[in-house]
Structure formats: structure tokens, C-alpha cells
């Protein structure tokens, strides 16, 4: 099977009003768009209308863990606000018949504990449980996300989020990959595709450098036949940023025209090639 259905990640289209973001998405031929999980900021009923309009649908949410979203804090303050924000993100998803939405225990740029691992580890599967179980009535699914270690010391590759996944229990949801992420992490990104690929919920996609799929080094053909193998068959969503160590904090700068119409004809053409060299091969 290929065929896969597209997102782009409006994360890097920051500041740019979602109904624009949307009309690109669209009209490059995408399946679906993935926005960023601020339910205070974005009106969710617009952007669904907006998206049926455009016939694309909404496929995740990219959740932003900040300090005060920190779901391993040692404060239980911190902790039940950070649960809370999991909890508003899958409303805000609900609303938009998004099925899926982002989850890290701890805040990005996060590279040091703050407390012991077990408690963390406590914390961790407390915090995801006590979510999910408030997502599942919604339909909504959570996504365990592995981050490189320069932005979480606590999960970076998918055996990791694949055990924290399995302790908790939940039956909506899994783990998620992310090829910029797994560049640096993973010894092979095709094989750790192919060990948990069953516990596959969600996969970003950018190249080694974050940039759009075909302008690093990264090969895509092993990384998707390894999809395509063990019948992943969820999004694949392009969440490209500029070279920054701080993600966000590099968009905010902004003057990043590359990753608006450039990248995001680039991604998916790029992709569909790659799913033509597999078709060809099979
Ligand atoms: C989020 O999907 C991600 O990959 C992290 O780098 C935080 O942006
Ligand atoms: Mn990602």
C-alpha cells in the first residue's frame, strides 16, 4: 500500500492567518493540514470550516510544550495545568474532527530533570493516562512524540515512547516518529519504523537538516517501504522549521520565505516521487 495522505505542519507558517495557511495547503495538493495547539488563540470551528471549504481535512494537532505545560514538573501545580492543556488541546481537535494530537511529557528545550526518574516516570504515565482517558470519548487519539536530545533528555526514540506508551494502558493512540528527530537518535530510521511500527499513531516528516524532504541527505524510499511494510497507514505530515536550536524561537524571528510556498510544493512532490520509486520496485 502507498498512497499516503499528506499534512503540512502550519506550525512554520507562523503568524500567518490559518484561513491563508489553509488555501495553500489546498491548492498543493494536500489531504490535510496540521495545526498548532494554542485553543486560546485559533478559533477551531472557523478553521473546520475553512478546511471542509478547501475539501482538506484537519490531522492533527501540534501541541507546544512550554515550562507551564510541563508534565513532569516536580510542582503538581505545574502538572495538573500541563494535563489540563492535553485536555483543552483534544476539545480543540474534537471540534476540528482532528483525530489525532501531540503529546511530550516535558516542555521542549527541556535537556535536564528536575526531579528523580522514577517520579517523573510516575508523573509521565499519570499525566498521559488521565488525558487520554478524557480524549477517548472524544475520538481523539494521543501521539507520544520522540524528541532528539537536544530538545527532552526524557523520551528520544520510539522504544522509549513505545514503553512509556505500553504502561499506560490507553487503547487510543500511540507513538510517533519524526525523521529530523530520528536522524540524530535512531541507528537506522527504517528499522525502528519496523520494530514499532505497530504502535505507529502518528509520523512527522522533514529532512536532516528540517528542511523540506529531498534538500538534506536523508533517503526516503527505505523510510517509507519500512511504512509501507508494516501497514502504517496513518498521516504523514511535514513539520519543517529553519535551522535553529529552538524551534519556535526561530520562527518568531521570521524572513523564513523558503518553508511557505517553496518547501511546501517541495514536500509533497518530493514524497509522491518517492512513493512512484516504490510502486515501480514492488
Ligand atoms: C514537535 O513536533 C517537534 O518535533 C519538536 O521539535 C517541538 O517542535
Ligand atoms: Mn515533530
Redesign the pocket.
Known amino acids: 500500500m502507498t498512497g499516503y495522505r499528506y499534512a503540512y505542519?502550519a506550525?512554520v507558517y507562523f503568524g500567518e492567518d490559518i484561513a491563508v495557511s489553509i488555501d495553500r495547503v489546498a491548492r498543493y495538493g494536500y489531504d490535510a493540514i496540521e495545526v498548532v495547539g494554542e485553543p486560546t488563540a485559533l478559533d477551531a470551528a472557523r478553521i473546520k470550516r475553512l478546511a471542509d471549504d478547501a475539501r482538506i481535512a484537519v490531522s492533527s494537532v501540534?501541541?507546544?510544550?512550554t515550562p507551564e505545560r510541563d508534565l513532569v514538573h516536580p510542582d503538581p501545580a505545574v502538572r495538573g495545568e500541563a494535563i489540563q492543556y492535553v485536555k483543552d488541546v483534544a476539545d480543540f481537535a474534537a471540534t476540528m474532527g482532528a483525530p489525532t494530537i501531540?503529546v511530550?511529557p516535558t516542555a521542549?528545550m527541556k535537556t535536564q530533570a528536575l526531579a528523580p526518574a522514577a517520579d517523573e516516570r510516575r508523573w509521565a504515565v499519570e499525566g498521559i493516562r488521565e488525558a487520554g482517558e478524557y480524549a477517548a470519548p472524544l475520538g481523539v487519539n494521543l501521539s507520544l512524540?520522540c524528541?532528539?536530545r537536544y530538545?527532552t533528555y526524557f523520551m528520544n526514540r520510539l522504544e522509549q515512547a513505545a514503553s512509556l506508551w505500553t504502561e499506560t494502558g490507553l487503547s487510543n493512540g500511540g507513538i510517533?516518529g519524526?525523521t529530523?528527530?530520528m536522524s540524530l537518535e535512531e541507528a537506522s530510521i527504517p528499522e525502528a519504523f519496523r520494530r514499532h511500527g505497530a504502535l505507529l499513531q502518528h509520523v512527522?516528516l522533514a529532512d536532516s537538516n528540517r528542511a523540506a524532504p529531498g534538500a538534506g541527505h536523508l533517503d526516503f524510499v527505505p523510510i517509507v517501504q519500512a511504512l509501507v511494510d508494516v501497514g502504517y497507514d496513518g498521516y504523514l505530515s511535514f513539520?519543517l522549521?529553519p535551522a535553529s536550536a529552538d524551534?519556535?524561537e526561530a520562527m518568531k524571528a521570521g524572513g523564513q520565505e523558503a518553508f511557505f510556498d517553496q518547501y511546501t510544493e517541495q514536500a509533497i512532490r518530493h514524497m509522491k516521487d518517492v512513493e512512484s520509486q516504490i510502486q515501480k520496485a514492488a
Open positions: 505542519n506550525l501540534c501541541s507546544i510544550y501531540i511530550h521542549c512524540e524528541w532528539n530538545e510517533q519524526d529530523f528527530h512527522h513539520e522549521l524551534p519556535f
